[in-house]
């Protein structure tokens, strides 16, 4: 077979402690958002529009519902005879084997899906970011630069850089150092975890960072500096548009938000850059006489009765008369009887709210209030009374 | 379980939806805000896990293909049976079949081959929500030979005068099939019958020079044969004319008609658009209306059926009408009782007013 260009690997075995009762049982990037999809679909979405038919998907915590899915791939047109979508979970090997101990440990642990493609690159990726992206085009300037390696960069705010993993680059855009939440960041460019090698080279370091003893097999603690170290071709590719972090339960909520602001950067109406998802083949949703509905996003399958303000609802939602939802994101299947105030919250799929139960917190720059776990009964009475 | 292969014969289903089928089959009109009718017949098929379905198109079926694809949305891309699309492509010197019964001969190895021991026979026009494996198993109960489905209708609409109609004795055997317009059991295009019997029927009608199979084969062996009503008690619409179809679309804003057809238990399914959620603004204002995915609503919208990815500019009122998908309507275009087709697109301040029982129709990709 014809080798493949470039290879995606997609890390998805994370567990995203940071948002709580939403990861109790599903891994982070199958958390739901927009009203339709789950984060991977932005990783698989632009992966297809970018022409990359090949990607590795490496799953570790959780992948029950994850693994489900992925499935065939079929959703992203990554159903291929070639290539595709191929979920790798950690394995047992003749001798040892076991879990991936790091994002480098889980990509090593592949070399053999890898060797099969005989790729020139291969571009790494991580399931826990919103945004749309031409992997391709990246890939273009990887090439033109002759680069060993190239990180994607999107430029923060100065005051947010501590936060983040900062590239410091020269005139060239070459990657000088990097600096993991620096005090006194000498550059705003944050990486954003989406690393394009040449095969050769990362496999290279890859086969010698797995001899460290010391090492914690991670791409941005060990990997990265090592290339650094050698003063390997490291190149700066700075990326603008929309690229959103929901690693909390606040900025999932603010990434939900950002949707329903006027003409919002992220535009999921987009025909030539689709973001696909699984669809639930749901009747049209149904908005009463009784309803209100200003400022949202709402998917198929639901039925409005009351007030929806600023808030995404997905699929599948009833909404009883004389309830209000606002500035909230409510999952898949929720029941929302009537009477019931909802403010600054996200309410998990399947959840039942009972008739004139209060939940959140409705003065801004409170809380957002998290309605637990996955098919949970809030009746009036346990609701979180502010 | 018994296996039952399905046919949607649309061989004799004129086209009487005027603009909807000016470049369409009735089967391919848009229904319900995100379905095509012909959804409506292949769900009830694989809800009733009926695995082969055969299609007879005829004429204008080039939407329809484009539909169904390889009938992935009803989980019919399969090894084993699936979605066979069947145009009028014939080439048999010797064939001396006419009308529909061209069909049933020219592909005749559906029958041969399906592992199936029983047949069942459906149009298009019919909206409903069926399991056929109940109506089988009265079929079989009744030791009939052929079973036809009917509705009792509480009320006749202009539709119904040119659906068939069936006399029943007090054991549902039907005793005649007729058009008399007083008569509320209205036989709903849908029939069971064995295999190797349907097999037996064609032959004969092809040998007498029939043209159409229910009528020459099945209503005109009266009495000598058996044939069973099944009544079925669901909800229902009959689509064959322009009026039929804008108020049985308007019926389903009715939460319990609605539901009469959507049933979680046996959805309707229909191809994947991949479109985002329906985005509403702040100035958008809907009221008592279904709306499928991809909208984005700025203006006002009541009592209507707004199919995927229509765009409503603010300021733009919509009362009482369907509008298909990709319409865009312009900022303070007014419309009231009008049906859109696909991809039209009403200019600013543009108003268009059609009477409640003749809607304003405008044609697919249409600027006004």
């Keep these: 077979m014809k080798n493949k260009e470039c290879v995606a690997m997609l890390l998805a075995g994370g567990q995203g402690t940071r948002l709580k009762s939403l990861t ?53 047109d990554l159903d291929r005879k070639y ?80 936060r983040f993993g900062i590239m410091n680059t020269d005139e060239e855009g070459r990657i000088t150092e990097f600096d993991e939440k620096p005090d ?53 590719y700075t990326f603008e548009g929309y690229w959103k972090d929901v690693g909390t339960v606040d900025s999932l909520w603010e990434a939900n938000m950002d949707l329903l602001k006027k003409d919002p950067e992220l535009d999921l109406n987009d025909q030539r850059w689709r973001i696909y998802s699984k669809n639930p083949n749901q009747p049209p949703q149904y908005i009463a006489p009784t309803a209100h509905v200003r400022n949202a996003l709402i998917n198929e399958g639901c039925r409005v009765y009351g007030t929806v303000d600023t808030s995404i609802i997905f699929y599948g939602v009833h909404i009883c008369e004389s309830s209000i939802v ?12 009537k009477n019931v105030k909802i403010n600054r919250a996200i309410v998990s799929k399947g959840s039942v709210i009972e008739d004139g139960a209060v939940i959140g917190d409705p003065s801004p720059d409170s809380e957002i209030t998290l309605v637990a776990d996955e098919g949970s009964v809030l009746a009036a009475s346990l609701a979180t009374h502010t | 379980m018994d296996r039952i292969a399905g046919i949607i014969n649309l061989d004799h289903e004129q086209d009487m939806l005027d603009e909807l089928t000016y470049f369409r089959c009735g089967a391919a009109v848009p229904f319900g805000g995100r379905y ?11 809800n009733s896990r009926i695995e082969s379905v055969a299609v007879f198109a005829r004429r204008k079926y080039r939407s329809l293909m484009d539909h169904l694809e390889q009938g992935k949305a009803w989980d019919l891309d ?82 119904h005068q040119r659906a068939h109609k069936l006399d029943i004795d007090a054991n549902n055997r039907v005793t005649a099939i007729h058009n008399d ?113 991809g909208c984005v609503i700025e203006g006002h919208v009541e009592d209507s059926i707004l199919f995927r990815g229509v765009k409503i500019a603010e300021g733009a009122v919509i009362k009482n009408s369907i509008i298909m998908q990709r319409c865009e309507i312009d900022s303070n275009a007014v419309l009231e009782n009008v049906i859109l087709d696909k991809d039209c697109r009403i200019s ?7 009477a409640p029982e003749k809607p304003y129709v405008v044609a697919k990709r249409r600027t006004m």
């Design chain 1, 24 to 76: 109790k049982q599903i891994a982070k990037p199958a958390v739901y958002f927009g009203g339709k999809y789950r984060i991977i679909d932005f990783p698989l979405s632009n992966c297809t529009n970018s022409g990359i038919d090949t990607v590795g998907v490496l799953t570790q915590y959780e992948p029950l519902i994850l693994n489900d899915y992925i499935g065939i791939g079929d959703t992203w």
């Design chain 1, 83 to 162: 290539g595709g979508v191929s979920v790798l979970p950690p394995f047992m090997e003749a001798e040892g084997g076991g879990w991936y101990t790091g994002t480098a440990n889980a990509i090593y642990r592949n070399l053999k899906f890898l060797n099969q493609y005989d790729p020139e690159h291969v571009l790494v990726l991580s399931g826990d970011h919103i945004y749309k992206m031409d992997y391709n085009a990246m890939l273009d300037y990887h090439k033109g630069t002759g680069a060993d390696a190239t990180i994607s960069v999107i430029e923060v705010p100065w005051v947010e850089a501590n």
């Design chain 1, 184 to 236: 006194n960041p000498k550059s705003n460019l944050a990486s954003m975890g989406v690393y394009i090698f040449r095969w050769d080279v990362l496999k290279q370091y890859l086969l010698e960072d797995a001899e460290k003893e010391n090492s914690s097999h991670d791409f941005g603690k060990d990997i990265i500096p090592s290339l650094l170290y050698d003063y390997k071709k490291l190149m700066a």
């Design chain 1, 326 to 337: 606002k500035d909230s994101v409510i999952m898949p299947d929720v029941k929302i009887g």
């Design chain 2, 36 to 46: 095509r009718m012909i959804d409506f017949a292949i769900s009830n098929m694989t």
């Design chain 2, 78 to 159: 399969r090894k084993r049976g699936g979605l066979f699309i069947l145009p009028p492509d014939w080439n048999d010197p010797t064939d001396i079949s006419r009308g529909d019964l061209q069909h049933f001969h020219n592909n005749i190895d559906f029958i041969n081959r399906t592992l199936a021991d029983y047949i069942v026979v459906s149009g298009s026009q019919h909206i409903c929500n069926i399991n056929y494996q109940d109506a089988l198993q009265e079929h079989k109960n009744s030791g009939a030979d052929v079973t036809v489905v009917y509705k009792q209708v509480k009320e006749l609409y202009p539709e």
């Design chain 2, 181 to 293: 317009h007083s008569s509320t059991n209205v036989y709903m295009d849908m029939y069971i019958i064995e295999k190797d019997y349907l097999y037996h029927l064609i032959e004969k009608c092809i040998a007498h020079g029939c043209s159409h199979f229910f009528l020459d084969g099945i209503k005109a062996k009266l009495p000598d044969i058996h044939i069973h009503a099944y009544e079925y008690h669901g909800g229902h619409a009959l689509v064959n004319s322009m009026e039929s179809y804008y108020r049985n679309s308007a019926k389903l804003l009715d939460p319990q008609e609605h539901d009469e057809l959507f049933k979680d238990d046996a959805p309707v399914l229909t191809k994947i658009k991949n479109e985002a959620p329906s985005s509403y603004t702040a100035t958008s204002n809907v009221t008592n209306t279904m709306v499928a995915n």
């Design chain 2, 348 to 354: 600013t301040g543009k108003t268009l007013i059609g």
